[in-house]
Every structure is written in structure tokens, then in C-alpha cells.
């Protein structure tokens, strides 16, 4: 199973995210590092889980402020090699391209994360995965509830070849996995890579996760609590 770490920006720092809930969450308290500075937490992450990817929630732009674009750079200068999942509220592929020219020629690593929840229409839905073969699509819900205005969910013929499967009320909730939800989409296209989200307690969920169709996962209060062991070599 491949682990790509996240890690929330609200304001510069790194945030702990619970079940959703943006506006509650707190500055991130780690067994792996002090503080909450971006960089430190993104070369630890990726060093803890042996990856060359990293998973990205800029939630200033996500409630409708500012991306925070000197943080994501910064964190690109950091890391010569990583491919940079970005999920910054992009309600089209014009707002990709955006965020992409602010940052700079270090943006070419920044792979763009268009999630059901924030893209506005069926139209900006289409328009935003034409001629991104490379982009991630996540497809969001939580409660129960399919959170997708453009309908990404019944578009299978759309997805892109990475789709993460959200369960928002699972993130940094000790809840387990959504494998009943993964095996939904896994179902709607079989040849999808399906990066998992949410709901990670331990390594057994891990192996349940990959049995049940997951490429990868995404995850941060596991590794947080300590409760992932270093990836070995």
C-alpha cells in the first residue's frame, strides 16, 4: 500500500483536520516533529512514509480566502522531487491555471486535486479534466451525502486515471476506512487508480484498504499519533 501524507494549511501553519469541520481545527501536534511549519512537516512526512508525494488541503482558499501560494512554494523549493497534490477549492481549470501561474515555474510539480465539492458545474467539470490527463480527481462526500454539484460521481467515463474516494466525517476521526464506499467506485470503473481517504487507525486498516482496491491512501493523524511505523526501504 502506498501512503501519501497530507498536510491542512489554514494560515501558514499545518492544522489538524477533524471529521470536516474547517472552521475547529487546530494548530497540529506531531510525535514526529515540533511545531506546526509546513516544510519541517512536509520533508518529515514524506521522509516517514518513503514518498515522493504529497497530498496538500490549502484551506484558506477553501473557505474563500487567499491560496496561500508563498507556502506552496516554499514547500516545492523544499523538495526538489515531489509531485505536490494541491487541492485549493478550484472551481474550474481556469483557478488551477491560476494558482499554478502565482507560484511560479516551481508549479509545473503541482499536480491540481479537483474535488466534487467545490467544482461549480457539469461544464467546469468537463473543461477542467480536458487535456489534464494528470490531474486528481476527488470525489467527496460526507454523512452519507455525495457532495458534487458537477456530478462527478455518475461520470465515470470523465475520471482521470487517480480518483480519491473522500469521507469527510472519517478524516482524523480513529473511525476505520470506507472500503463499502471505495468498492462503489471501484465498481463504476474498473481501471481507475482509487487513492483512499480517511478513517486510518493502523496497519491492519491499511492491509483491509489494499485487499478492498486501493492503489494508496491518504494520510496524517495516524502518522501524527505514531501509530504508522516508518516505511522501510
Not at 501512503?3 to 499545518?14: A, E, F, K, S, W
Not at 492491509?207 to 482496491?213: D, I, L, P, T
Request: aromatic share 4%; hydrophobic share 45%; glycine share 10%.
Amino acid at each position: 500500500m502506498i501512503l501519501i501524507p497530507v498536510i491542512d494549511l489554514m494560515r501558514g501553519r499545518v492544522v489538524r483536520a477533524v471529521r470536516g469541520h474547517r472552521a475547529s481545527y487546530q494548530p497540529i501536534v506531531s510525535t514526529l516533529c515540533e511545531g506546526s511549519d509546513p516544510v519541517t512537516l512536509a520533508h518529515v512526512l514524506c521522509t516517514h512514509c518513503r514518498s515522493r508525494q504529497l497530498y496538500a488541503a490549502d484551506l484558506d482558499a477553501l473557505t474563500g480566502g487567499t491560496p496561500q501560494t508563498g507556502v506552496l512554494r516554499e514547500i516545492l523549493q523544499a523538495l526538489p522531487e515531489l509531485e505536490f497534490w494541491v487541492d485549493a477549492g478550484f472551481a474550474d481549470g481556469a483557478a488551477a491555471d491560476r494558482l499554478r501561474e502565482q507560484v511560479g515555474p516551481l508549479a509545473e510539480r503541482i499536480v491540481p486535486v479537483l474535488a466534487s465539492e467545490s467544482m461549480a458545474s457539469p461544464a467546469a467539470l468537463r473543461q477542467a479534466l480536458s487535456g489534464r490527463p494528470d490531474a486528481v480527481l476527488s470525489l467527496d462526500r460526507r454523512d452519507g451525502r455525495r457532495m458534487d454539484p458537477a456530478g462527478a460521481w455518475d461520470a465515470p467515463t470523465l475520471w482521470p486515471r487517480r480518483v480519491i474516494v473522500m469521507t469527510l466525517e472519517r478524516v482524523g476521526a480513529d473511525a476505520g476506512p470506507d472500503l463499502g464506499t471505495l468498492r462503489e467506485v471501484q465498481a463504476r470503473s474498473t481501471g481507475t487508480q482509487l487513492i483512499g481517504a480517511g478513517g486510518i487507525r493502523h496497519a491492519a486498516d491499511l492491509a483491509q484498504a489494499e485487499a478492498a482496491g486501493a492503489h494508496a491512501w491518504l494520510v496524517a493523524s495516524a502518522l501524527h499519533d505514531g501509530r504508522l511505523p516508518p516505511v522501510a526501504a
